[in-house]
């Protein structure tokens, strides 16, 4: 009995497994789930936890054992999306950005779209020019440690404070002005709707960068935002094309394949190339899921999607949450009492310390690789690019081209467009300093150059990587192809097959129900009367056909009789 009730416990032990999800102020929330939870169980957890009602704006991101970005999907059990051993680390992150952050009901909502944003410019996602920089810096300063004091805050106190991978003095100083004279008394709420607005009007609000590389085998940068599909390569935005105007996003391995049609039934295709089929397959599936949220006016318009034309090869998904307007919709129908928010401190950052508390220590390292100083932040164990913000110039959305000029070239910075990677450390980032290095494979301008060397046959040991516009170089190391990947692949190829074959098997016996159909009817058609005066057909009409269809007849009657009884 007492090895019965251990095995037991044990039993319910395999069955749960630890949880921890890093929110976006930094802190951790660590729960326990069932092996078998889907996602919707964990995000319906965590926005519980956060007291958040506008929930659909939000996504889970996790890393693969691969250094792989995805999306929790939310239908699907959390252990089989994984592919790791617990405990599982995720993090929670803004996933469709708000078209207009000022439209938000609630506070709550725009405090952690906020956050989110907060962290775009700080990664070099959120580019801008100079005074942009600062007057977004200086809402950021006041919403964090309000109105300047002379007794608290001594000069070059904005220096204390990291809003961008790299600043300069004469920045600093316009940070530190504009805090002092322009937004004196100012609210925390006043400020971050502030900085929203302003962010929302640049050319890069939501972008999360894919990179990939174009035909010619140019370094670019994939991404899609509230107003649809947008290409930077280099210091331009190379191409937009609104939401309306994208008919089909299609991959296959590392090809990815935009359609669009413009003004005049201008038919466009566009083809880039990912890292890896993996990173192919995630940026399909971000564009699927971007799509159906901003274009579509009601979740039943939902269509499972394809990634190639045939039915018995490529992916299929379908896009599960509610779109812009339902969401909106629902947040208007929201009636409660504002719920408290417990807004972060800034000074953490620059002490060192984390923003959620004494669970979150996120620590800053400065490497010096060759000259070039690059700053680290362990809560995301990725370098960060250095920027010199110079006079750079980004339009703002105010002065986006027009439809018809939407796909052409823009300048969108004096700077390359290179946002560091934000991937959050999963457990095997606890093996050393090599990781940081590795998380590129995946995530930044360096696979790019990777994969252009693999695509020519060059097998080397080490690569060259990138960074910034002063064109320092980094040895790396090629990671080796993991064995799960090809097997993946080979498991792809096998069910492709399967499918070909359940196809052509559905089809050979439709197409004999039909011709069955056909003899046993009255149509008095030639090639027919000769099937009839067949010995074959006659043995399977008196056969088969004649008491099956008695059969059947007999058991209609049956149940006409049982109906008109009762």
């Known amino acids: 009995m007492l090895s019965r009730l251990m095995s037991s416990s044990i039993r319910s032990l395999d069955r749960e497994c630890n949880c921890t999800v890093r929110l976006l102020d930094d802190s951790e929330y660590t729960c326990t789930i069932q092996r078998d939870a889907k996602g919707q169980y964990l995000f319906d957890l965590i926005c519980h936890h956060l007291n958040l009602l506008e929930k659909d704006y939000f996504g889970i991101r996790y890393v693969d054992p691969d250094k792989q970005r995805h999306w929790l999907e939310f239908t699907k059990s959390i252990a089989k999306q994984m592919k790791s051993q617990p405990p599982f680390t995720m993090c929670l992150r803004v996933k469709f950005y708000p078209p207009d952050p000022a439209a938000l009901k609630e506070e709550i909502t725009r405090y952690l779209v906020f956050l989110q944003v907060k962290r775009d410019l700080y990664h070099g996602r959120l580019l801008c020019k100079t005074s942009d920089a600062a007057l977004l810096a200086a809402y950021i300063l006041q919403a964090e440690i309000g109105d300047y004091d002379p007794g608290k805050h001594p000069e070059g106190y904005s220096s204390k404070f990291q809003f961008f991978p790299k600043h300069s003095e004469k920045l600093e100083r316009r940070i530190a002005e504009i805090h002092k004279t322009e937004l004196i008394g100012q609210t925390p709420e006043t400020s971050e709707l502030n900085f929203l607005q302003k962010a929302q009007m640049l050319e890069t609000y939501g972008v999360d960068p894919h990179p990939c590389k174009d035909v010619s085998g140019n370094p670019a940068f994939l991404a899609f935002t509230p107003f649809g599909f947008t290409v930077l390569q280099g210091n331009r935005r190379v191409h ?33 190339f990912a890292p890896t089929p993996e990173a192919c397959k995630h940026l399909w599936k971000c564009g699927v899921e971007n799509q159906a949220f901003y274009k579509l006016e009601k979740s039943s318009q939902v269509r499972t999607v394809s990634s190639s034309n045939l039915f018995f090869k490529g992916s299929r998904f379908r896009y599960s949450g509610k779109v812009a307007k339902e969401v909106m919709e629902q947040s208007a129908k929201i009636k409660r009492d504002p719920p ?4 972060c401190d800034l000074n953490c950052i620059a002490l060192g310390q984390g923003f959620g508390g004494p669970t979150s220590l996120p620590l800053f390292l400065y490497c010096v690789f060759a000259g070039l ?32 000029e939407a796909s052409t070239s823009a300048v969108i ?10 991937m959050l450390p999963t457990p095997v980032a606890e093996h050393g300093v090599e990781m940081p290095l590795a998380r590129h494979l995946n995530g930044s301008t360096c696979s790019i150059d990777e994969e252009k060397e693999s695509e020519a046959g060059a097998r080397k040991e080490g690569q060259v990587a990138e960074f910034g516009p002063g064109r320092r170089h980094l040895r790396m190391v090629r990671s080796r ?20 074959f359940l196809v052509t098997i559905g089809l050979l016996f439709a197409l004999l129900l039909l011709l069955i159909m056909l003899t046993e009817s009255d149509l008095d058609i030639a090639f027919l009367r000769d099937i009839r005066k067949t010995p074959e057909f006659q043995q399977f009409h008196f056969e088969y056909f004649c008491p099956l269809r008695r059969w059947f007849s007999c058991k209609l009657r049956w149940m006409g009789g049982f109906l008109i009884s009762k």
């Open 373 to 404: 100083e690059s700053l680290r932040d362990s809560a995301h164990s990725t370098p960060v690019r250095s920027v010199s913000h110079g006079d750079s110039f980004m339009p703002s959305r105010g002065q986006m081209v027009d439809g018809s």
């Open 340 to 343: 408290e928010i417990h807004r």
């Open 481 to 500: 192809p993991s064995p799960s990947s090809d097997l993946e692949e080979l498991n792809k190829f096998i069910l492709s097959v399967l499918r070909l």
């Open 413 to 422: 910075s004096d700077e390359v467009y290179s946002p560091s990677d934000s």
């Open 240 to 272: 937009f094309l609104k939401w309306d105007e994208v008919t089909k996003l299609k991959f296959e391995a590392k090809t990815f394949h935009i359609y669009a049609n413009q003004k005049e039934d201008r038919k466009i295709i566009l083809t880039y």
